[in-house]
DNA sequence: TTATATTAGTTAGATAACTAACTATAATGG
DNA sequence: CCATTATAGTTAGTTATCTAACTAATATAA
């Protein structure tokens, strides 16, 4: 490849991811509506899949998203009675967030909601070649997420 | 792969893309402001890459986006005298929609300030791997964009 | 030990996407 | 023909994200 395909070629990789993520995104909010969106199951999913219980920074770290973001996320699902929102005792500015009862059903029925859509990708795609761009994907998250923590001066 | 390693896995793969886009949406962003956003650089560049006039319902599907975003863009673009936006004569419901000369030469400041993005991730990243993957992701994309006609009843 | 800097979280306001509902025009079929 | 349906585009309102600016608490260092 020339340097000139070389950089189509990633505009046009990037145009691809972008509109894979609005395909998919638009499908997983509407499996999961009206108790949940996407956003809101990821993180209950946390819960479950990395860690019982975090912090609202934390939280914002993990899924590439600001503090205010998290915030109302967090504010949300507290209303819904998913999560509890205590505050720390060892450092006061802190708040620790765990997945309650209701939190982990909800869960629960958000992956039962979505296990269709990954039986019709099992069904209709390669599977196998999914598996395979796998970690090439993460290799360009990482190295996007290291870029930006540079540029930003390291926060 | 078992089908729940295969379940996980494609859930996975659409976590990894859909941080992949916000990071790299966000870091177009920054190098096109203030004069574009990446939607607007988006429509401007398919007026020089694909083709020279078009109808905001055309555009709007070439984006996978709806027409109410796509006639707010335009609308923004044509403000800025970027694009001009004219009634059809022979369908009067219909616009067309083409660039200016001040649309192109933004258009180019584009290129040239997304240029450099490209020139890290070449300098950082395997860009043949990259490529490699490129087929898997479009027939992916070809394949969510064809369901998803299907469920929402081939509009 | 006290002033300064950093970290955690929230509030306020902006923006860009969405859906639902509308107007206007064109195409279709009894 | 005329009534119905479909298409093109806009308007209005909602939502989820963002940035900037803020308060409160902790850590650092002069």
Redesign the interface.
């Known amino acids: 490849?020339t340097?000139a395909e070389?950089?189509s070629?990633?505009?046009?990789?990037?145009n691809?991811?972008?509109?894979?993520?609005?395909?998919?995104?638009?499908?997983?909010a509407k499996v999961l509506a009206p108790d949940l969106n996407p956003s809101e199951f990821?993180v209950l999913n946390h819960f479950i899949r990395v860690r019982d219980r975090s912090s609202p920074s934390r939280l914002a770290k993990a899924f590439?998203m600001t503090k205010p973001s998290m915030t109302a996320i967090l504010a949300k699902l507290e209303r819904k009675g998913y999560v509890e929102i205590v505050g720390s005792a060892e450092d006061r500015r802190k708040k620790i967030v765990s997945i309650t009862k209701n939190g982990r059903e909800a869960r629960q029925r958000g992956v039962d909601a979505?296990?269709p859509l990954?039986?019709?990708?099992?069904a209709?795609?390669?599977?196998?070649?999914?598996?395979?761009?796998?970690p090439?994907?993460?290799?360009?998250?990482e190295?996007?997420?290291a870029?930006?923590n540079a540029v930003d001066g390291l926060s």
Chains 1, 2 share one sequence.
């Open positions: 490849m340097p070389s950089s070629m990633i505009f046009t990789l990037f691809e991811i972008g509109i894979i993520n609005q395909l998919s995104t638009s499908r997983f990821g590439q979505m296990a990954a039986e019709i990708l099992m209709g795609q390669d599977v196998e070649a999914l598996a395979k761009i796998l090439t994907l993460q290799a360009l998250r190295f996007l997420d870029e930006r």
